[in-house]
């Protein structure tokens, strides 16, 4: 999204269409879900997530391509193709966790801590290599490489363990059915909400940092060194992961986590002096780390087999989404006043916290009946 965001406004292209093409790639993941049962019911789901990395190569390098040449609407139509199947190559990725780890739930809680990993390494070198080559070259061709480098990806991809299908394809649930199994399923469900809840809230993070270096007192630049303790609170917590592997049942997890996200998210807003506002955006990454570990746990041990690829494509879609909504609103409500947006973000948390507890009990009412 970088690339093509730096492409279109290096082009002279105003800002709303710069924005508006980046958009196209990150919308579409919240359909995703609906191409994902071919992930449950492939005879080998690594085929499945090759061809859609190299799908989405083809189409992101057509669109950059195509950019200069043709009307806008045509890129823009090449780049929701190319977003369509990016959920596959996250929660499809993620879905592949059991086969490589094997059965025993230490050794899928460790992998889960590198998955987390990766999602952080791919943050920070994805737009750091956009901007080298930007520098070096064009936005164009950085986006060329990194279109390029999906074909390898799906190469290594192949290299994964083999996994058949785990029930036939008259078994495998359409995705509105998946989407309502997750609902009625009470860990399935507060899995989805408290993921969808927290992607939103840290979402507001990078606009919060960029909005206080006034009231921190320092230069606007400094905003730079808080995204990063919070990318590198990011790693640090994923290692943590794959060190100490989480015990407690990922249900309860989840809640911990989250409420402790939240406590922070106001340590953020009202730290006040710049070291103490680096400490609190660092340990925001520790812990969103932790609980994206958790998240990642409890999709894999509560969804059904039969319905597994989606679950994982569904909450990972909806994460995406509700991150791309959390910045857009951060961005809209920061102006008034800076701490507003971590400040509604922790009460939301709270809200959500206080509704997975109450959901808890209320499903341990109900089974003793």
Same mark, same amino acid.
């Given at each position: 999204?970088?690339?093509?965001?730096?492409?279109?406004?290096?082009?002279?292209?105003?800002?709303?269409?710069?924005?508006?093409?980046?958009?196209?790639?990150?919308?579409?993941?919240?359909?995703?879900?609906?191409?994902?049962?071919?992930?449950?019911?492939?005879?080998?789901? $690594?085929?499945?997530?090759?061809?859609?990395? /190299?799908?989405?190569?083809?189409?992101?390098?057509?669109?950059?391509?195509? *950019?200069?040449?043709?009307?806008?609407?045509?890129?823009? +139509? @090449?780049?929701?193709?190319? =977003?369509?199947?990016?959920?596959?190559?996250?929660?499809?990725?993620?879905? $592949?966790?059991?086969?490589?780890?094997?059965?025993?739930?230490?050794?899928?809680? !460790?992998?889960?801590?590198?998955?987390?990993?990766? *999602?952080?390494?791919? =943050? #920070?070198?994805?737009?750091?290599?956009?901007?080298?080559?930007?520098?070096?070259? &064009?936005?164009?061709?950085?986006? @060329?490489?990194?279109?390029?480098?999906?074909?390898?990806?799906?190469?290594?991809?192949?290299?994964?363990?083999?996994?058949?299908?785990?029930?036939?394809? &008259?078994?495998?649930? !359409?995705?509105?059915? #998946?989407?309502?199994?997750?609902?009625?399923?009470?860990?399935?469900? !507060?899995?989805? *909400?408290?993921?969808?809840?927290?992607?939103?809230?840290?979402?507001?993070?990078?606009?919060?940092?960029?909005?206080?270096?006034?009231?921190?007192?320092?230069?606007?630049?400094?905003?730079?060194?808080? #995204?990063?303790?919070?990318?590198?609170? =990011?790693?640090?917590?994923?290692?943590?992961? /794959?060190?100490?592997?989480?015990?407690?049942?990922?249900?309860?997890?989840?809640?911990?986590?989250?409420?402790?996200?939240?406590?922070?998210? @106001?340590?953020?807003?009202?730290?006040?002096?710049?070291?103490?506002?680096?400490?609190? *955006?660092?340990?925001?990454?520790?812990?969103?780390?932790?609980?994206?570990?958790?998240?990642?746990?409890? $999709?894999?041990?509560?969804?059904?087999?039969?319905?597994?690829?989606?679950?994982?494509?569904?909450? =990972?879609?909806?994460?995406?989404?509700?991150?791309?909504?959390?910045?857009? +609103?951060?961005?809209?409500?920061?102006?008034?006043?800076?701490?507003?947006?971590?400040? %509604?973000?922790?009460?939301?948390?709270?809200?959500?916290?206080?509704?997975?507890? %109450?959901?808890?009990?209320?499903?341990?009412?109900?089974?003793?009946?």
């Amino acid at each position: 999204m970088v690339a093509i965001v730096l492409m279109a406004t290096t082009s002279g292209a105003p800002g709303w269409l710069a924005g508006l093409l980046g958009a196209c790639i990150t919308a579409p993941h919240l359909f995703g879900p609906f191409i994902a049962g071919s992930l449950d019911a492939a005879r080998d789901g $690594r085929t499945v997530i090759a061809l859609a990395c /190299m799908a989405h190569g083809v189409t992101l390098g057509a669109a950059v391509l195509l *950019y200069p040449m043709t009307w806008p609407i045509v890129p823009a +139509l @090449l780049l929701i193709a190319s =977003g369509l199947v990016g959920p596959l190559l996250t929660g499809g990725i993620s879905s $592949r966790l059991a086969a490589i780890a094997g059965s025993d739930r230490t050794s899928q809680r !460790r992998a889960q801590g590198w998955d987390v990993a990766t *999602y952080g390494i791919g =943050g #920070t070198i994805g737009p750091s290599l956009v901007a080298a080559v930007s520098a070096w070259a &064009s936005p164009a061709v950085a986006a @060329l490489i990194l279109a390029g480098s999906t074909f390898v990806a799906a190469a290594v991809v192949r290299l994964l363990p083999f996994s058949g299908p785990v029930a036939p394809g &008259s078994e495998i649930p !359409r995705p509105g059915r #998946t989407l309502m199994m997750m609902v009625s399923s009470g860990k399935l469900r !507060r899995t989805l *909400y408290m993921t969808v809840v927290i992607a939103l809230s840290v979402a507001a993070l990078p606009i919060t940092a960029v909005a206080s270096t006034g009231e921190l007192r320092v230069e606007p630049a400094a905003a730079g060194v808080l #995204t990063a303790a919070y990318g590198l609170g =990011g790693l640090v917590g994923s290692a943590g992961v /794959m060190i100490r592997p989480l015990r407690a049942e990922a249900d309860l997890s989840m809640t911990c986590l989250a409420a402790a996200v939240g406590v922070v998210l @106001l340590g953020a807003a009202f730290a006040g002096v710049f070291p103490l506002a680096v400490a609190a *955006y660092a340990l925001a990454g520790v812990l969103n780390s932790r609980f994206f570990a958790a998240t990642l746990a409890a $999709r894999s041990e509560y969804a059904p087999a039969q319905a597994r690829g989606q679950v994982f494509v569904w909450i =990972g879609a909806l994460k995406i989404t509700a991150g791309s909504a959390g910045t857009a +609103l951060a961005g809209a409500i920061v102006a008034p006043a800076v701490h507003l947006p971590l400040v %509604l973000a922790a009460a939301l948390i709270a809200v959500a916290v206080a509704a997975s507890i %109450l959901d808890r009990r209320l499903g341990r009412g109900i089974a003793r009946i």
